[in-house]
């Protein structure tokens, strides 16, 4: 009968100096793709250090990998099962443990309640996604199980993690590790992986916003202060009759646009700082996202409609609404006056994540606004002091949506994927009984 066989991945180069290191605890910062989490399936079941001094489970040692999210925690105990199938004496799935011929286990859990974590003694710990976790989850829960470990020899810990800004715990386990005896890090980029394609990572570079860029591919602690949008990366054009003259002179028009309104709509009317923002934009030839009308009032129902019907037949385009909860009443109203649109959803994005296409877009000055609009001011204000917990960023979420479109539904040359959006005149979109607000910028032209 074979011997049961522990498949485990072949350290690529760029990972074997993390690997052999005789450090105890061990704090890698790595960009995304780097291959933190399968690197980490060694040390766990056969050991790292030289040798592999310091042992893993295969060995008889008893450990813990510890993860953010009961999400994670499944992706790292299906990996866990992977390398592993055959190889145990015992598999429990509650809780997610393996245990090996020699005595030696891991055990896979979530952190999302630090203190059901407490308990155990063990040899090792691994966390996964440090930078998501709790600040007492190791200095408080995890750290004490390992003073005295059950194997009798010194237990060690490995720290892995992409950045998450600046001020939390793991930049400063990071910063420590750079003195303390017995600890050593790392901080290496995505680039590092020669698996990765290099026109993957171009492609990310070239469209994801530099927070973004430097946090998740170069590995940087990275803050936002200061807000995501920056003044400084504000272009501007001017309205002369039917021209829109742009930054660098060239003269455009509207009618030539592909055209599309973005609707976010309030969570609330009650909330003084919830608004629904109806928003028109315009891709020019040069590739520009360009915002035509920003409507952003707090109203709801029947009003809303009205308001988003004004400016598609203003704009002779169509609607993208956001579709959640709030929402439905919208729709379903939409749907009974046979009124076209399409949705677009959050998914499980939050709304930082969202923003980073626009961010992008903006950073890169492909984003054009008016000189002059009414509306100019409160969209400003709403770029400029959005953050990711704060209210007042209905007009980022609609601008996001459109980032969004722009990227899905319209091929590099500006020709409109979907039928849905075209520069001829549609059919009337008014209901009987319900009138437009204003001409339409064609009426005069």
């Not at 988003?308 to 009443?329: D, F, V």
């Not at 009987?432 to 005069?444: H, K, L, M, N």
Request: charged share 25%; aromatic share 10%.
């Amino acid at each position: 009968m074979s011997e049961p066989t522990i498949l485990l991945p072949r350290p690529l180069p760029h990972q074997r100096e993390f690997l052999l290191s005789p450090a105890r605890h061990k704090v890698l910062v790595a960009g995304r793709k780097w291959g933190k989490s399968l690197t980490c399936l060694t040390p766990l079941l056969d050991g790292h250090g030289p040798g592999a001094c310091l042992q893993g489970a295969a060995h008889g040692a008893k450990g813990a990998w510890i993860a953010p999210t009961i999400e994670i925690s499944r992706v790292i105990w299906d990996a866990l099962k992977d390398a592993t199938v055959g190889a145990w004496t015992e598999k429990h799935e509650i809780p997610s443990k393996i245990t090996f011929p020699g005595g030696g286990s891991i055990v896979v859990r979530s952190a999302h309640d630090p203190d059901s974590l407490r308990g155990p003694n063990y040899d090792f710990v691994v966390m996964d996604e440090a930078a998501m976790l709790h600040p007492d989850t190791w200095s408080k829960v995890l750290e004490p199980t390992l003073a005295a470990p059950p194997s009798g020899r010194p237990g060690w810990a490995i720290f892995i993690s992409t950045p998450a800004g600046v001020e939390n715990w793991f930049r400063k386990v990071y910063d420590d590790a750079a003195t303390r005896p017995g600890w050593a890090r790392w901080q290496r980029p995505s680039s590092d992986n020669p698996v990765i394609a290099r026109e993957f990572l171009e492609e990310k570079q070239a469209t994801v916003s530099s927070y973004v860029w430097r946090q998740e591919y170069l590995a940087e602690f990275v803050s936002a202060a200061g807000g995501l949008f920056k003044r400084e990366d504000a272009r501007y054009y001017r309205v002369e009759g039917d021209e829109y003259v742009l930054p660098a002179g060239q003269i455009v028009y509207p009618r030539d646009m592909q055209r599309f309104v973005t609707v976010d709509t309030a969570t609330s009317t009650r909330d003084a700082a919830c608004f629904t923002a109806c928003m028109a934009w315009g891709i020019d030839t040069h590739g520009h996202l360009v915002l035509l009308e920003l409507d952003l009032a707090r109203i709801e129902g029947a009003e809303i409609m009205r308001r988003i019907l004004a400016m598609c037949q203003r704009w002779e385009c169509t609607a993208w609404i956001e579709e959640n909860s709030t929402s439905k009443h919208l729709l379903s109203l939409m749907e009974s006056e046979g009124i076209p649109f399409r949705t677009v959803t959050a998914g499980s994005q939050d709304k930082w994540t969202r923003a980073q296409e626009a961010v992008a877009l903006w950073e890169r000055h492909m984003v054009l606004i008016p000189e002059r609009a009414a509306w100019l001011e409160g969209f400003e204000r709403q770029l400029y002091n959005f953050e990711p917990k704060g209210n007042d960023s209905d007009s980022v979420d609609a601008f996001a949506y459109a980032a969004r479109i722009m990227r899905d539904e319209f091929t590099p040359s500006g020709s409109l994927l979907s039928a849905m959006v075209t520069s001829r005149r549609p059919k009337q979109y008014l209901p009987p009984g319900i009138a437009a607000s204003g001409p339409s910028p064609w009426d005069r032209q």
